[in-house]
């Protein structure tokens, strides 16, 4: 009986106005979680894109490391006791620190994260870099990353025009003379919410820009195992030689790097909370939304409701209707939402080169949610139906 006559969707649609207003409505729901969701997931996997982007089985860190934006050196003689383990093949020094970047065309200056390696060993697993790790291995010539923001200007076209593009970037606290860099290469790593562009050098040049840096210490140690090695017990068997006498080393796999560096941004910098704060109210509001609007569905065919109540329909088919009304409102409104969501996508990323992308994970999560927000909305609404006595209404 209750799909013999589509009630629901009569009711529904019987103001078609109202009806179109409360699929935008939906809509808007669904856009305000897919981007909320979006730019929380973006600061997450925009902050481990350079170390997907190592080449290394470990990572050799200081105990006080908190992210790779923070400084936190140890001594480069630790690293090269990991050497003793037979299993190692070879280790490198990965040296990192902000300077600032002059735009030729404006002379404005932007922070720029940079990398200091040694050309001799390949620390990233990009191939535009290995292709033009020899250019590092000459003074004062750098790698710049296409995928930097735009405040820096041209760079990566002017390369591509001409191959050659000399920059002027200086230490952080612009204390110590700037240096000129010709720019030899290109390579992608993104950015992230801490960080704006990136370029590549090798440690002599990136000591001779930061001079306050003592060379003897490193930010972060590459550890290279040979073919076969059980990556786990040669961690255990490094952390054990290593920790002996000293604490001040931690070797951890790629996996424990990448969520040491999730967990730093989701749980100790404002980001991390602001976002999570912004999903539940974005859920917390839309619950409103809906519920507001299947309230006012009610309200407005309540003689409609106490009708069949007086021509014997129970409680339960009332309330089925409401149900299918709500399960109608999250699968209309759901579809608009998620095509405006992948347009905003793409500006948002073309805007500020974080990594947010439509992904199935993400369209199944935000449909649960929508649904369950519709249903949960739906339950507090039939509160009304319940109590309507058809006597009271006639």
């Not at 004062?140 to 405040?151: N, Q, V, Y």
């Amino acid at each position: 009986m209750l799909l013999a006559i589509p009630v629901a969707w009569l009711q529904l649609i019987h103001q078609r106005v109202k009806f179109l207003a409360t699929l935008a409505g939906i809509a808007f729901v669904v856009v305000l979680l897919f981007m909320q969701i979006g730019f929380r997931e973006a600061l997450f996997d925009s902050s481990v894109q350079v170390h997907q982007s190592l080449q290394a089985d470990l990572f050799a860190i200081s105990p006080q490391y908190k992210s790779i934006t923070s400084q936190q050196s140890y001594p480069r003689e630790r690293l090269y006791q990991a050497l003793a383990n037979p299993n190692v093949a070879a280790i490198s020094a990965l040296y990192v620190q902000f300077g600032k970047l002059k735009n030729f065309q404006t002379g404005q200056k932007s922070p720029i994260f940079v990398f200091g390696i040694d050309p001799n060993n390949q620390a990233f697993n990009l191939s535009e870099v290995n292709k033009n790790i020899d250019q590092l291995k000459l003074a004062d010539r750098a790698l710049f990353d296409s995928s930097s923001r735009l405040e820096f200007g041209p760079i990566a076209d002017t390369f591509r025009r001409a191959k050659k593009v000399v920059i002027e970037i200086s230490p952080y606290n612009d204390i110590y003379e700037a240096r000129k860099l010709e720019v030899r290469g290109l390579f992608k790593i993104g950015t992230s919410f801490g960080v704006d562009g990136n370029l590549i050098i090798n440690a002599s040049t990136f000591h001779n820009l930061f001079t306050e840096r003592n060379a003897e210490n490193i930010d972060i140690g590459l550890i290279k195992l040979k073919a076969g090695a059980d990556i786990n017990k040669v961690q255990f068997d490094l952390m054990k030689s290593l920790s002996i006498n000293r604490k001040d080393i931690r070797i951890l796999t790629l996996n424990q790097f990448v969520q040491m560096e999730k967990s730093y941004w989701d749980l100790r910098t404002p980001a991390g909370f602001a976002f999570k704060i912004m999903v539940t109210m974005g859920f917390i509001i839309g619950t409103g939304i809906v519920y507001q609007i299947l309230y006012s569905n009610i309200s407005t065919h309540l003689i409609q409701f106490a009708t069949l109540k007086a021509i014997g329909h129970t409680n339960k088919f009332l309330l089925g209707i409401v149900f299918q009304q709500a399960l109608m409102l999250a699968i209309l409104g759901y579809i608009p939402g998620i095509i405006i969501s992948v347009g905003v996508y793409d500006l948002t990323r073309d805007a500020t080169k974080l990594p947010i992308m439509m992904t199935g994970d993400r369209i199944l999560f935000v449909l649960l949610s929508v649904t369950l927000m519709c249903l949960l909305s739906g339950t507090i609404a039939t509160n009304k139906l319940r109590s309507v006595d058809p006597a009271d209404i006639f």
